[in-house]
């Protein structure tokens, strides 16, 4: 069963810094365009960044310059990574990795960030 596990998450003050991975089951990914995205209870899951099979990456407005992301592509494996500096406590969210666009059977249980002094 192919599966993204996310991981990473956790509580950390305003300023803070946290690395989320996403680990893909299966290689196929590494072909794949992949996203970050966040949601807030009663709020839609919104896109926070994104990066191409190539390489290049784009952001949302509200994290551009604290966020980054990146990806490896290991032989069987493939990591994502979202480097959140200067996190403020309108970051807190659950934190899911999936496809550019997303594919809804890839979600998985996604990993909690709760900014908060």
């Known amino acids: 069963q192919v599966q993204l596990v996310e991981s990473g998450g956790g509580l950390v003050q305003p300023g803070g810094s946290l690395r989320l991975s996403c680990t893909a089951s299966?290689?196929?990914?590494?072909?794949?365009?992949m996203g970050w995205y966040r949601q807030t209870p009663g709020k839609q899951r919104e896109l926070v960044a994104e990066?191409?099979?190539?390489?290049?990456?784009?952001?949302a407005d509200s994290v551009k310059g604290r966020f980054t992301i990146s990806r490896d592509n290991a032989k069987n494996t493939l990591t994502v990574y979202l480097q959140m500096n200067s996190l403020k406590p309108e970051d807190t969210a659950v934190y899911y990795c999936?496809?550019?666009?997303?594919?809804?059977?890839?979600w998985g249980q996604g990993t909690q960030v709760t900014v908060s002094s």
């Open positions: 299966r290689s196929i990914f590494s072909l794949y365009d």
């Open positions: 999936n496809t550019r666009p997303a594919r809804p059977h890839y």
């Open positions: 990066i191409t099979s190539g390489g290049s990456t784009n952001y």
